[in-house]
């Protein structure tokens, strides 16, 4: 428990202290993946945590899971937790405030939706979409 605190400070630290990219003076996050469209949705996420979590990760598909119910700090480690265990996930990133779950997985793994529903509902929440893109 107190290593997933440790954890928690020293990537909301990381974040708070991560510089934006910038063209000349204005800030751009053109040509990104998060501004991509998933089988023509929007996909809808925070672009500098997205960006921070994409960082060195090479050859990977990202599953951007939407939670519905994700209310407190306990549920958020109990995903990261769970996430965390399954060997073939290469990185998690859970976003409490927006109720937003990433994940890492290798390229060619194939990513079962069903599994990650299962995941999410035995923490005792529902997902609500689940949007898979190759980095």
Do not use: W
């Not at 921070?52 to 480690?77: H, P, T, W, Y």
């Not at 073939?88 to 994940?103: M, Q």
């Not at 060619?108 to 069903?114: G, K, R, V």
Request: glycine fraction near 8%; include cysteine.
């Amino acid at each position: 428990m107190e290593k997933l605190l440790l954890l928690g400070l020293l990537l909301t630290s990381s974040f708070l202290h991560a510089e934006p990219h910038e063209m000349g003076n204005m800030l751009s996050h053109e040509g990104h993946l998060h501004e991509a469209m998933v089988d023509g949705k929007e996909l809808v996420v925070d672009p500098k945590r997205f960006d921070l979590f994409v960082e060195g990760l090479k050859n990977n598909q990202i599953a951007l899971v939407s939670v519905q119910g994700m209310v407190c700090d306990f549920c958020a480690r109990g995903i990261a937790k769970t996430f965390g265990k399954d060997k073939s996930v290469t990185k998690v990133d859970v976003d409490l405030a927006s109720g937003k779950v990433l994940l890492a997985y290798p390229a060619a793994f194939e990513i079962s939706l069903e599994d990650i529903e299962k995941k999410i509902l035995n923490n005792g929440l529902n997902t609500t979409d689940i949007q898979i893109m190759s980095n």
